[in-house]
């Protein structure tokens, strides 16, 4: 089994996305939600921009030490009775999952939200071993029912209208009494918390992610609003964490930092509801809690990009900013991008995981508008590795033939100056006339694509460069 | 080799190295480690003790937590009552077997039903103790143990924390510096270790899945109530 990207078609999942009127709905009402709480949790605290550069300072020292704070939060969690396995590729992961679930005979799991479950395909393994995994994050558990991929990376089901949810519950909760009320989201949250109330008591194994592992005490932290995250690794017998290798902080202090800017940069709160510090297994006396703690840390391809011009993605704390802040996201929503990561932090992680043969499309899904990188909580210069990505995509010769020829077209003008201003200058006056009635042209010979969705404002009639030789200048 | 062998191999390769970081850098290493030293703590809890108390409340209140004031621990399970009647809550509770709750004088208060230990399914409402609170963000700190079962934080709908005063500290880092100091501690049976869970709880469980609208009681708590005891 192997991961199913569809990153390939992004020029026609964008497509079908801007035509998909619910989704458009839904971008629509969550997009200032989200922008405005950051400003504002953002504007609260004086700190916040130095927090910024200690938690990018952190992250970059603990990278640059990474094998040397792995070895010492092992030794941790062994210290406190927990169980680490590394797992260099999804497929590793899979596996350990499993033969964790068979050593407990697990029938059923419990999921909180972990964006390395989805990296790994952790339900649909379980599903093929007969073991039934039960997503309790409210997004997750829409998203679940319905059969598709979360959108975004902390809001999984931000692609819905709240009468698709509705639609699907009726769908799935089928013992229910078909004329219940069931309009607005308090009712629909309470279906689903009554339904999955019943289900942490039946499985045998949870699964969370984490949001950050502690070196100095062999930890790991998960935020969440919900508490379902809690309940799933509460509960069971086993608690199974899944993480990734750079999660990792060295300290608690260090841990501080990262969450003061993480709510703050997703969802604008100050603090999320529930923040949990998870330190092996149950201590003898303790009434509830996991028997066991399993950690299990995932590489697939991370070890890879360190050392490389795309090492600076490996500070990434999932906040989802970038995502909230990026037009493009905005206007195509996160299925667009075909695989786990959406967003400009997708459009650059993703060709580093799966390679930029296999998403090369992505890294030009960007308008290089930069807000992402201005909102970003570690400030990852995510623009400028869009463009790194881009050269590469050139350089082996993936770009598609029209943009080839149109770009070594552009390079022999651009030579020519000359040429160059006679043949815009052309093409500006042409431009001109054609939208002269009503300022703006909604159709452009060899950009139909481009005039699809929008309008161009007609040109004034000159170029930039003819009016600065004539001397016009800014006021 | 095994995976963990190739993994930290190809992790240092790509950090420009043959092998680990070499001793003196491995000493530097453990002794930022150990050291605990802070990063930046914002500045809003520059406060007197008063202060801190009314910022966490503040705080609190702003992530729809509610809070009660008492005088001392022998007016709680008068406040405790008051409150559950005021929300039309039923009277039995689930409640931790914590010394702090012991303090105060449950029996004079014949209306409540009171079961010590760890919730079961049925449970309406949980009372607690919180060991520290942050003032910071108006968030209550809970540790695990045979005292406390973390389920009582999360299993019932509403969930009552019985919060003296003078246990609201600044930071995170100042709850961090007494869990460990508590691991140290041959009384407070740790045996060294960190309790297993420690929560840090913000306001009522909460979602904004569907359509990012806010809606409380998503699988935790709907109502959070916390009983400041002003004078312990």
């Not at chain 1, 992680?349 to 308008?367: K, M, Q, R």
């Not at chain 2, 709680?76 to 303090?103: F, K």
Request: glycine share 8%; with cysteine.
């Amino acid at each position: 089994m192997n991961v199913h990207p569809t990153s390939r078609n992004f020029k026609n999942n964008a497509k079908e996305q801007l035509a998909n009127e619910d989704l458009q709905a839904a971008l629509n009402k969550a997009r200032g939600h989200f922008v405005d709480g950051r400003s504002t949790a953002a504007g609260n605290l004086p700190e916040f921009e130095d927090l910024r550069d200690q938690a990018r300072e952190i992250k970059n020292h603990t990278i640059e030490n990474l094998d040397f704070y792995l070895e010492a939060y092992e030794e941790k969690v062994v210290e406190n009775g927990g169980h680490v396995h590394w797992a260099r590729t999804a497929e590793d992961a899979r596996r350990i999952v499993l033969e964790i679930c068979r050593s407990v005979d697990a029938k059923a799991v419990n999921k909180g939200k972990s964006m390395i479950g989805e990296e790994c395909e952790i339900n649909e393994m379980l599903e093929a071993n007969g073991i039934r995994p039960v997503e309790t994050d409210l997004g997750e558990y829409i998203i679940q029912l319905r059969g598709e991929k979360p959108s975004h990376i902390i809001a999984p089901a931000v692609h819905l209208t709240k009468d698709q949810v509705e639609q699907s519950f009726r769908e799935n909760h089928t013992e229910l009494d078909p004329d219940r009320i069931l309009e607005e989201p308090p009712t629909l949250l309470n279906e689903a918390r009554t339904i999955l109330r019943k289900k942490y008591f039946e499985a045998e194994v949870g699964i969370t992610g984490a949001n950050l592992l502690i070196a100095e005490t062999g930890s790991s932290i998960i935020v969440t609003n919900e508490g379902n995250g809690d309940l799933s690794q509460l509960i069971p017998k086993v608690h199974i964490v899944l993480a990734s290798l750079e999660k990792m902080v060295p300290t608690l202090e260090d841990a501080s930092t990262i969450l003061r800017v993480l709510a703050r940069s997703a969802t604008g709160q100050e603090f999320s509801s529930y923040t949990t510090l998870s330190t092996g297994p149950k201590r003898e006396g303790d009434p509830d809690g996991p028997e066991q703690y399993h950690v299990i840390l995932l590489d697939n391809g991370r070890t890879d990009m360190i050392g490389t011009e795309f090492q600076d993605m490996l500070r990434c704390i999932r906040c989802g900013a970038c995502m909230n802040h990026c037009p493009v996201y905005q206007s195509v929503g996160g299925h667009a991008y075909g695989w786990v990561y959406p967003g400009p932090m997708g459009s650059v992680l993703t060709p580093g995981l799966l390679g930029v043969d296999e998403a090369g499309h992505l890294p030009n899904a960007s308008s290089f508008c930069g807000r992402c990188e201005e909102v970003c909580p570690v400030r990852i210069p995510l623009p400028k590795m869009m463009r790194n990505w881009r050269e590469q995509e050139f350089e082996k010769h993936l770009s598609p033939g029209a943009a080839r020829v149109g770009l070594g077209l552009w390079a022999f003008m651009a030579r020519r100056p000359k040429l160059y201003q006679l043949a815009t200058g052309l093409q500006m006056r042409l431009l001109a006339r054609m939208g002269r009635a009503r300022g703006r042209l909604s159709s452009v010979p060899l950009a139909k694509g481009w005039t699809k969705y929008r309008e161009l404002p007609a040109p004034e009639g000159r170029t930039f460069q003819s009016r600065w030789k004539s001397g016009e200048r800014p006021q | 080799m095994s995976d963990r062998e190739i993994v930290l191999g190809s992790l240092r390769r790509s950090l420009g190295r043959d092998g680990p970081v070499d001793a003196d850098t491995a000493n530097k290493l453990r002794a930022r480690m150990v050291g605990h030293a802070r990063n930046i703590v914002p500045q809003r809890t520059e406060l007197d003790d008063a202060g801190l108390v009314s910022l966490f409340e503040e705080m609190a209140t702003r992530v729809h937590a509610t809070v009660a004031h008492v005088s001392d621990m022998s007016e709680v399970p008068a406040a405790v009552g008051e409150y559950l009647r005021s929300e039309n809550l039923p009277s039995e509770i689930v409640m931790a077997p914590d010394a702090t709750l012991d303090d105060a004088p449950w029996s004079e208060n014949a209306l409540l039903e009171i079961r010590r230990g760890a919730p079961v399914e049925s449970d309406q409402v949980s009372v607690t103790s919180a060991p520290a609170a942050v003032a910071e963000t108006g968030t209550l700190a809970m540790y695990s143990g045979p005292d406390h079962p973390s389920t009582l934080n999360f299993m019932p709908e509403t969930h009552v924390v019985v919060l003296p005063a003078g246990r609201v500290v600044k930071s995170y880092e100042d709850v961090w510096d007494s869990i460990r100091a508590q691991a140290g501690d041959p009384d407070s049976g740790r045996n060294g270790q960190l309790p297993r869970t420690v929560n840090f709880v913000t306001g009522p469980s909460r979602s904004g899945d569907i359509e990012q609208t806010l809606l409380l009681g998503a699988h935790g708590p709907r109502r959070l109530h916390i009983v400041l005891v002003d004078s312990e």
